[in-house]
């Protein structure tokens, strides 16, 4: 059988020699993670699993969605001869959660986080030529202080939790590299001087070595830069973009150029070549306005949790992961939240292409540190894992913001500052990694930092004359604040939550809509939305035009986000079924939605009516 998903997993920093490992690999369930224990290191597992898909989806061939507190997979591969003289690096791009690689028998490394890459070098146990015996343990409890996102605490899943996720859910591969070679960089756009950073890391000796960068377009080469690699511990390099060949990258022209990189020695030999690419665009902050490239673009997005019904949070093939951004913007989107998941980095590359703005989000939701609830509270592993998240998708032009967490709630005992210490750390170290893009602290619910440079809102009230009046605050500095209708801040609110004041900053109803919609195509007797469904497609359309009217026409709004893309499960409350079928008449969708935003037109001068044109 062909192997699935085998696209490069890394398109932002690919090297020509790679080797897909997924497709099927030994697999055994340990539902008491005793299996250390029994041996299965050692030996040959019970059972067989298609990877990258998870055991609780239908594609891998295993469907158990009952609890499994640990999982085994095992294979031998053959090193290919031709990467003599080259390190072996065994990459995964995502294991869930907690993880143990044994090579040849002896333990290679761990790793904790379900939703970001780590790499194995097997240097010390195998090389080119000869036959390397994988063995995996991923121990996942789906309790505790464990970030998850949506995955459901139940067997089942229900309202807005889902199908649980355990073990491999991306691409496995291996790919050779020199002694001395290069690490994947930083691209950062600087619009104001035409010139697009590139901050490259090395690994290995590093003396005589230059680091040489290429800046292409579909004309061919646009600039060269190179640089010594043995002066400072990073190496940046600019390249400077002329006038004629400048294209800034937005929703209208997703403009990327090609960079290549090569590490090479005193004589001009390579060591080391890799391909990426980037984008010239800028991101800025007025007063309340969020600016791309120096003028205001609205953000309608879209609520996206990209689940499957086959796949779960593993997307069948590439196509379905550029179909979803299609059908999203033929809605007449420009963006998504990507939600309480970390979306493929695939994903993330036809964002780029395809001029898609995104939101990129940790899986945390409703960290809390009350005793009495087993929910994903927060720890230090929180800030690392986020970290990584954010290293690895630093340089995507598509990503125009960061959500560290989501609807945080804060309680009233002695753990308090549990959670406020790490929301202001995991906001302080996205800006300490990241000061090209707005950070909000905590989207929706508790606001905790001063400082955040977003301040938004969730708010599902169905009526829109409802909605309208709560978002009327906006106007005169007091917009609406979950769990706080009267908008006194600071106080303690009734449910736990509790904002600090605002300061003005730039606002979006981050969540909204929701609404439940049960269609014919994905019948479900106990289906769930949000508020009271509509009693006809008429009542859907009105309500659903209204809402979108409220924000679009909010002369303080910098965008939002509707509540959802897809049916996900038992959560019906989608634009499209669960099978990405449409359930409505998609050119109505996109015609409530697309006409200019009140924040659009107060920037833009009046006698330059061409310019409201999208």
């Not at 800028?282 to 879209?302: E, Y």
């Not at 780029?352 to 720890?379: H, I, K």
């Not at 753990?415 to 170290?429: E, K, S, Y």
């Not at 986000?561 to 969708?589: A, H, M, S, W």
Request: proline fraction near 6%.
């Amino acid at each position: 059988m062909s192997v699935p998903r085998a696209e490069h997993p890394r398109p932002q920093f690919a090297r020509n020699d790679w080797l897909c490992l997924n497709g099927k690999w030994q697999f055994e369930v340990d539902r008491a993670d005793s299996g250390f224990e029994r041996g299965l290191v050692d030996r040959e597992l019970a059972d067989e699993i298609l990877v990258p898909f998870c055991p609780e989806s239908t594609l891998s061939g295993i469907g158990d969605v009952d609890f499994m507190k640990s999982v085994w997979y095992r294979r031998t591969v053959h090193i290919p001869d031709e990467w003599s003289g080259r390190k072996v690096l065994l990459h995964f791009q995502a294991v869930d959660h907690d993880t143990t690689v044994w090579v040849n028998g002896s333990e290679m490394a761990r790793h904790r986080g379900g939703w970001t890459p780590f790499s194995v070098d097997l240097s010390s146990v195998a090389k080119a030529g000869e036959r390397a015996t994988i063995v995996v343990r991923s121990r996942d409890p789906h309790t505790g202080p464990q970030a998850r996102g949506k995955q459901s605490g139940r067997y089942e899943n229900y309202t807005a939790f889902y199908t649980r996720t355990t073990g491999i859910w991306q691409t496995v591969w291996l790919e050779p590299v020199a002694e001395s070679h290069l690490l994947r960089p930083r691209i950062t756009p600087d619009v104001a001087r035409g010139v697009i950073e590139i901050d490259v890391g090395i690994r290995g000796a590093r003396r005589g070595l230059s680091v040489r960068a290429r800046l292409s377009d579909a004309s061919g080469e646009v600039t060269t830069a190179q640089r010594r690699a043995d002066i400072d511990f990073g190496t940046k390099l600019e390249l400077y973009v002329p006038k004629d060949r400048r294209r800034l990258w937005c929703p209208e022209d997703p403009a990327l150029y090609d960079i290549s990189l090569q590490l090479v020695d005193g004589r001009g030999r390579v060591l080391d070549e890799a391909q990426s690419y980037g984008g010239l665009r800028s991101i800025a902050i007025d007063g309340r306005t969020v600016l791309l490239n120096g003028k205001p673009v609205f953000q309608r997005l879209v609520l996206d949790q990209g689940y499957y019904p086959d796949g779960i949070m593993t997307a069948p093939s590439d196509e379905d992961l550029v179909r979803d951004i299609k059908l999203s913007m033929t809605a007449g989107f420009n963006g998504a939240r990507l939600h309480q998941k970390v979306f493929e980095e695939r994903f993330l590359f036809h964002c780029d292409r395809l001029g898609y703005l995104v939101w990129g989000e940790f899986g945390d939701w409703g960290a809390d540190t009350s005793a009495t609830v087993d929910n994903q509270q927060p720890t230090a592993s929180f800030i690392t894992q986020w970290l990584e998240v954010v290293e690895r998708d630093y340089s995507h032009p598509s990503i125009v913001g960061w959500c560290p967490l989501n609807e945080t709630h804060q309680t009233l005992h002695d753990r308090i500052t549990v959670l406020d210490d790490v929301t202001r750390g995991m906001f302080l170290a996205t800006k300490a990694a990241d000061r090209s893009r707005p950070v909000i602290d905590a989207s929706g619910y508790s606001h905790r930092v001063p400082e955040t440079d977003i301040y938004d809102s969730h708010y599902y009230e169905q009526d829109p004359v409802k909605f309208a009046a709560a978002m009327e605050g906006l106007d005169v500095g007091k917009p609406f604040v979950n769990g706080d209708s009267d908008r006194p801040l600071p106080r303690q609110m009734p449910d736990g939550l509790w904002s600090i004041p605002y300061r003005g900053q730039p606002y979006f109803c981050s969540e909204f809509g929701g609404i439940w919609w049960s269609s014919e195509i994905d019948p479900s007797e106990d289906s769930w939305g949000y508020g009271e469904a509509p009693v006809s497609l008429e009542e859907f359309y009105r309500r659903f035009e209204e809402l979108v009217s409220v924000l679009l026409d909010n002369k303080n709004m910098f965008g939002y986000c509707y509540t959802q893309l897809t049916d996900v499960f038992k959560e019906q409350n989608g634009l499209f079924c669960f099978n990405r079928e449409p359930k409505f008449d998609l050119g109505r969708i996109r015609a409530a939605q697309t006409r200019v935003a009140a924040i659009e037109k107060t920037w833009l001068a009046p006698e330059d009516p061409a310019e409201l044109q999208h």
